[in-house]
């Protein structure tokens, strides 16, 4: 067994010398970077974005912050705390804002955005989508020691509480209380944690 994890450990040191080598050259670039990137599918928009100690993002994460889109141009933020776990091939953008607090903790294929590609009305029906200006509804702001289960969705203008736990597929489309468990398509709350 001590073999084996030998020789594991040893077939695993070129991907850590070059994770190592990527994320040096990122925090030296950018220094409002002190989390741990593991390689990302796509970074963008790196100079708006702030992320503290002690956090890592998982295999395949994608990370933008769009100054411009489409002609039209934004002043993106995104801030994420310390010691935050945030998931493989999980997705975060932003032309507005997003902030989340110290100690979240998210499952894969999570996706949060303060944005959408246009409004719902009947003007831009002949926009193709991906031309359409991007549309903020209002920041996400994510609190302190929240959970967000795998596959969830967090969307334009939401705030969600410390210690809230988002159940696995939610769709979150409106507030969600301090302490609250919530799930389901559109995200309700469950229960309330006393």
């Keep these: 067994m001590v073999i084996y994890k030998m020789i594991v450990w040893i077939l695993k040191l070129p991907d850590r010398i070059w994770t190592k080598l990527f994320n040096t050259v990122i925090h030296w670039y ?23 100690y002690n956090t890592g993002f998982g295999r395949g994460v994608i ?8 002609g039209c141009h934004y002043e993106p933020s995104i801030r994420i705390g310390n010691h935050c776990h945030i998931g493989e091939h999980s997705h975060i953008t932003a032309c507005h804002s997003i902030t989340i607090g110290d100690n979240l903790l998210t499952g894969r294929y999570v996706y949060i955005s303060d944005n959408a590609h246009g409004e719902a009305v009947a003007s831009q029906l002949d926009i193709s989508p991906s031309l359409r200006p991007l549309h903020v509804k209002g920041p996400v702001v994510i609190g302190n020691n ?21 159940g696995a597929n939610a769709v979150v489309t409106h507030d969600v209380p301090s302490g609250a468990v919530v799930g389901g398509v559109p995200a309700k709350v469950i229960k309330i944690m006393k």
């Design 30 to 52: 950018f220094k409002d970077i002190n989390g741990y990137l593991y390689h990302p599918h796509s970074l963008k928009g790196l100079q708006y974005i702030s992320i503290g």
């Design 63 to 70: 990370l933008t912050a769009w100054d411009e889109f489409a």
């Design 146 to 166: 929240v959970w967000i289960g795998e596959s969830a969705r967090i969307l334009s203008g939401v705030t969600i509480g410390d210690g809230a736990i988002i």
